[in-house]
C-alpha cells in the first residue's frame, strides 16, 4: 500500500502560479497529475517516468512542468499562466515500484477566478 499526500491547491487569479506537490510514502515507479473538472471526465494532465520522460495534455504545454525528486518520492506540478478552464481538482496518480497497482491522492482543489 502507498500512501499519498497531496498539498498546493488554492484559489488563483487568471495568469497566476501555483504549484502542486505530492509525496509517496513508499518507492514508486510512474507518477502523474490528472484533474477533474464538474460534470467532466478525469482527465491526464501531465506524467513521469523513472527516466524523466514526461507527457503532457495539449491543453497545458507550455504552461505546465512536471518534475519529481526521485529518492524522497515526491512529484510536482508546476502551474503557470493559469486559466479559468484550469479549475478542477487535481489528483496525483502513482504506479507502485516493479508492480502494476496504482494509487490515488485524496484530490486538491484549484480554482482560477479573478
Known amino acids: 500500500q502507498v500512501q499519498l499526500a497531496e498539498s498546493g491547491g488554492g484559489l488563483v487569479q487568471p495568469g497566476g502560479n501555483l504549484t502542486l506537490s505530492c509525496a509517496a510514502s513508499?518507492?514508486?515507479?510512474?507518477m502523474a497529475w490528472y484533474r477533474q473538472a464538474p460534470g467532466k471526465q478525469r482527465e491526464l494532465v501531465a506524467s513521469v517516468t523513472t527516466r524523466f520522460l514526461k507527457k503532457y495534455a495539449d491543453s497545458v504545454k507550455g504552461r505546465f512542468t512536471i518534475f519529481r525528486d526521485h529518492a524522497k518520492n515526491i512529484v510536482y506540478l508546476e502551474m503557470n499562466s493559469l486559466k479559468p478552464e484550469d479549475t478542477a481538482v487535481y489528483y496525483c496518480?502513482?504506479?507502485?515500484?516493479?508492480?502494476?497497482?496504482?494509487?490515488w491522492g485524496q484530490g486538491t482543489q484549484v480554482t482560477v477566478s479573478a
Open positions: 513508499a518507492n514508486v515507479d510512474d
Open positions: 496518480n502513482v504506479r507502485a515500484q516493479g508492480r502494476d497497482d496504482t494509487y
